[in-house]
């Protein structure tokens, strides 16, 4: 890892900018969204988003929303068989529908122990749990899944967030991501958290709208 501290000074001048523009409402809108739905009863909308999370991989987030909301109209995630499932999302374009289909399926089944170790583990052993336990789920996605259901202590390192670390000198670039680079990476994001008093899915979601100029999920 680098230490380029003109880099991380004018990295953290432009989130600090942010914070005091609309951009924050936004943010705060979006994190408020992961809260409430992080409290949802409902396991299905829980799996919706786990499913999101799948789906994600290797694809366009905005076009993954897409679909996702495409396929809740018929609480297809937690209803379709594998066929069903991966012809819906052949339907809608996606890239790879028989995969993910079996991905998701196979975590249906799990349903239950995923929720009950939402409940009952806690940092990385709740992370470690979800890698090893949920098929089609990195690092990556196991992060951007607790994220999204109201954990703010996980960070998502994709291609964005390391096309911007790089950028401003604070990592190398990598040809893969092992376990311990993510580690690696995530405590440069958690140092620049720290010191621009966010949480890193709030970081998170600044960083992306840096690159691309939207707040997604």
């Known amino acids: 890892m680098r230490g380029n501290h003109e880099g991380k000074d004018q990295l953290l001048l432009k989130i600090n900018k942010l914070k005091k523009s609309k951009i924050k409402q936004s943010v705060d809108i979006r994190t408020s969204q992961f809260k409430r739905l992080g409290k949802s009863s409902n396991p299905d909308k829980i799996f919706s988003e786990l499913s999101f999370c799948i789906l994600t991989a290797n694809y366009n987030a905005a076009r993954t929303i897409r679909i996702q909301k495409e396929i809740n109209k018929e609480n297809g995630f937690s209803t379709m068989t594998k066929r069903q499932l991966a012809g819906r999302l052949m339907g809608l374009g996606y890239r790879f529908p028989n995969t993910r289909a079996d991905y998701i399926i196979n975590a249906r089944r799990d349903l239950q122990k995923i929720m009950y170790s939402l409940k009952k583990l806690k940092g990385y052993e709740l992370r470690d749990w979800l890698v090893k336990n949920v098929k089609g789920l990195g690092y990556k996605e196991a992060c951007h899944f607790l994220r999204n259901i109201g954990y703010v202590d996980y960070a998502i390192i994709d291609f964005h967030i390391i096309d911007m670390l790089v950028k401003y ?18 405590n440069v994001l958690r140092e620049i958290a720290i010191r621009t008093k966010l949480n890193l899915a709030e970081l998170d979601l600044y960083l992306w709208y840096m690159e691309t100029g939207k707040i997604l999920k």
């Open 169 to 186: 000198g604070l990592i190398d670039r990598y040809n893969t991501i092992t376990k311990k680079t993510y580690l690696e990476i995530e």
